[in-house]
């Protein structure tokens, strides 16, 4: 069974520490803003308003803007120009941190969640590239079978402490139970939607919809076009020569996390080995990247106002969240 | 249910973390004993006589289930989802289960419960009885990320194939139009 799926409770891991803490509430433009932050089990740092990111998380880990090896080396589907990247998403995370905290804070509030960036996905943006059409690295397969390279980590996000803390947050009430104050509190009014939601008027929501549905689709077309029918055929007798029985990768790499797993046992290796090679000796990876470009220039050429605006306000947003790094 | 595949049931329940088992104790009547075959449920594992299914809807270890993803059955819009969910805060390689050992196979569910969050483009609620029962996989049509941080819903399983990125504080319609096809989910921050 993959790691993943093993829930480990860690209470109390990144929520706010009740005593001994020392926190500076800090407004958002003070460059010599400085915060000390204590939790229990937490890395310590100073977590500077201008420097918050860069010391406390390791940007080696993150993802690359290119595919750097295997079969899908260098490829880049149209629509990524359109899609978020992780780093956009740490910034924005990053900013709204910042405006929570402080949020939080006028209403008596600990909020001290940890800098973003230390649980990177393996992939840049959600075209998943390396892996949109399985797997497609060798040397990966070799040490890792099907499962991803990346640590598939355990943790828990933060949460803010307690009924009230999670009500002025963004109003969640916990399942079953009701608001546990009214529209106001402290003698002030909760913002709509809670600190969250004024954060998100603050800075702007960044929304790539309209590129995650090309993005989609394209994928979904692309199982039903001939040409991927053909190369899924010739993937499929290549794979049979090595004995195992698949109509296609996704098929394939679907199977390797149906079955009960010990990290990457050696006959899941083996069949990741085959799967990569015949993807290599059928071009298939090349296939379905041609396919896809071809339905997506065609979508997007057909979208391109519609795209671009929303692109326009997307980077607007970034600009906006970028202040508050 | 014969005595010794009672005993395999609650070897499981200790096996796993607090309070979960409980609730698919309490759906004894969908577990059933014998031949159950691997591809019924899309999950395999060695062929062994004492297989059992249970059912969850919940992999989230939030207290009150505050902090959790939300996968509704159904889609939705104008500001309103409602439907049976799933919950969970937790990376999931195949959103059709996993198999626990001992030949119990857990299979991912959607239920009602007395959950709704309010997000970014309206209400998301699992006050629902509509899909309650309905397997998980490739079935879910709308998100609502209750997290402090983002999550990523995959096409394919074992976080492969394109994905949908919800933002915390987010929820909306996953982007398939051609059929729901929700395999793995992955946190991010």
New interface residues.
């Given amino acids: 069974m993959a790691t993943g799926d093993r829930a480990r409770r860690r209470s109390g891991r990144w929520a706010a520490p009740g005593t001994g803490v020392l926190v500076l509430s800090c407004v958002a433009f003070l460059a010599s803003c400085a915060e000390a932050v204590e939790s229990e089990g937490a890395p310590r740092g100073q977590v500077e308003a201008g420097n918050s990111i860069a010391e406390t998380v390791d940007k080696t880990a993150w993802p690359q803007a290119d595919v750097d090896s295997g079969l899908a080396k260098d490829l880049k589907l149209p629509v990524e120009a359109y899609l978020q990247t992780y780093p956009e998403q740490v910034t924005i995370q990053q900013a709204n941190n910042t405006l929570q905290r402080d949020c939080m804070g006028r209403f008596g509030f600990d909020f001290a969640p940890p800098a973003p960036g230390s649980h990177p996905p393996g992939e840049y943006n959600s075209a998943n590239m390396k892996r949109r059409y399985g797997i497609t690295d060798l040397g990966e397969a070799r040490q890792h079978g099907y499962q991803p390279p990346e640590p598939v980590e355990e943790w828990t996000p933060y949460e803010p402490e307690g009924e009230v803390a999670n009500y002025v947050f963004d109003l969640t009430v916990s399942e079953g139970q009701s608001a546990p104050t009214g529209q106001d509190y402290q003698g002030m009014d909760i913002p709509e939607g809670g600190c969250r939601g004024e954060s998100d008027r603050i800075i702007g929501e960044f929304g790539d919809e309209l590129a995650s549905k090309i993005n989609v689709d394209t994928f979904q077309r692309l199982k039903q076009d001939p040409r991927a029918i053909q190369v899924n055929q010739e993937w499929a007798a290549c794979m049979q020569t090595r004995g195992y029985s698949f109509t296609s990768p996704l098929e394939a790499i679907d199977q390797a996390f149906s079955a009960p797993a010990d990290g990457a046992a050696q006959d899941e290796i083996s069949q990741a080995v085959a799967d990569v090679e015949c993807k290599k000796s059928t071009d298939l990876v090349n296939v379905y990247f041609s396919v896809e470009t071809e339905m997506q220039e065609e979508e997007i050429g057909r979208q391109r106002p519609a795209l671009d605006e929303q692109k326009e306000k997307n980077d607007q947003v970034v600009q906006n969240a970028a202040a508050y790094s | 249910m014969t005595r010794s595949s009672r005993t395999r049931l609650r070897t499981a329940d200790m096996a796993d973390?607090?309070g979960r088992i409980a609730r698919t104790r309490r759906q004894a009547s969908v577990i059933t004993l014998g031949a159950l075959t691997?591809t019924t449920l899309?999950?395999?594992?060695?062929a062994n006589a004492w297989a059992v299914d249970t059912y969850r809807s919940d992999?989230?270890?939030?207290?009150?289930?505050?902090?959790c993803v939300m996968l509704n059955y159904n889609s939705g819009g104008n500001g309103y989802w409602s439907s049976s969910c799933f919950i969970s805060?937790?990376?999931?390689?195949?959103y059709?289960g996993?198999?626990?050992?001992d030949g119990i196979n857990v299979h991912y569910v959607f239920d009602r419960?007395?959950?709704?969050?309010?997000l970014?483009n309206g209400t998301s609620s699992c006050q629902s009885t509509s899909g309650k029962g309905q397997r998980v996989k490739n079935n879910a049509a709308a998100v609502g990320n209750?997290?402090?941080?983002?999550v990523?819903v995959?096409?394919?399983?074992?976080?492969?194939?394109?994905?949908?990125?919800i933002?915390?504080?987010?929820n909306?319609n996953?982007?398939?139009?051609?059929?729901n096809?929700n395999?793995?989910q992955?946190?991010?921050?």
């Fill in positions: 973390s607090r691997a899309g999950l395999a594992f060695p992999r989230c270890s939030s207290s009150g289930n505050n902090r805060n937790i990376n999931i390689s195949n059709a996993y198999y626990a050992g419960r007395s959950l709704l969050y309010s970014s209750n997290l402090t941080a983002d990523r995959y096409y394919n399983s074992g976080y492969s194939g394109p994905s949908d990125t933002g915390a504080g987010n909306r996953l982007s398939a139009t051609l059929k096809d395999a793995s992955k946190i991010l921050n």
